[in-house]
């Protein structure tokens, strides 16, 4: 998922950016598993907007494998895309994207295209106002790398339970400031893994599952 540049003084080493650009500069996503693995793919250098390394990416599909395939995923705060575009990659049968900027959001969309993706869906809308609203199904996985420093967990994890966006027994990745508290979290979620890297913290959560449903 993307790294947006933080509002106030910026982050140092992983949470800044990875690494600087040139003003107006765009980026580049390596997808690293799966059917499109080694695939490169460009988009703008809109709003600050940074991939998750690949380090993260592939620890957070380690979690993942035996749970992905067949299954239907969420992005929100989607930028480029990676954690999407890696999800469909390594076997997801659906991936809807959500960001609130055209340019990341046409830049999706082109590159679903050059992949030959049918199962891709971007929405371009804010991440509040799409999570304020029932879903037409609920979603197996969702991923959220929110802009740090904007405070968004507290926020959006409330819609997310609430509006029944979220499967039972089914997974929930975020990413968070390694300086700040873990946020709080439904009642009904577990913590399954976490780990830091620098200075971002990264978790993925198990919501409960039905009595009679495998888990």
Not at 84 to 90: I, Y
Not at 191 to 211: D, F, I, M, P
Request: hydrophobic fraction near 35%; charge should be positive.
């Amino acid at each position: 998922m993307p790294r947006r540049k933080p509002s106030g003084p910026p982050l140092s080493g992983k949470a800044s950016g990875r690494g600087a650009r040139h003003p107006g500069a765009g980026g580049e996503l390596r997808i690293i598993g799966g059917d499109w693995r080694s695939r490169k793919l460009r988009f703008p250098d809109a709003g600050g907007v940074r991939p998750s390394p690949a380090r993260t990416r592939e620890t957070l599909f380690n979690w993942l494998a035996y749970h992905l395939p067949g299954r239907d995923c969420l992005d929100l705060f989607s930028g480029s895309g990676a954690l999407g575009l890696e999800a469909l990659s390594r076997g997801a049968a659906r991936t809807t994207f959500v960001d609130n900027n055209a340019a990341l959001v046409q830049a999706l969309r082109t590159n679903l295209r050059l992949l030959g993706s049918s199962t891709g869906t971007v929405e371009c809308a804010s991440v509040e106002a799409y999570l304020s609203r029932p879903p037409q199904q609920p979603f197996d996985i969702v991923f959220m790398d929110p802009p740090f420093r904007q405070n968004w967990l507290p926020t959006l994890l409330p819609l997310l339970d609430s509006n029944g966006w979220i499967k039972p027994g089914g997974w929930v990745y975020l990413e968070r400031e390694a300086d700040r508290q873990a946020p709080d979290v439904p009642a009904s979620w577990h913590l399954h893994r976490e780990k830091t890297a620098g200075q971002v913290t990264y978790s993925l959560y198990r919501t409960a599952v039905l009595s009679g449903d495998t888990p």
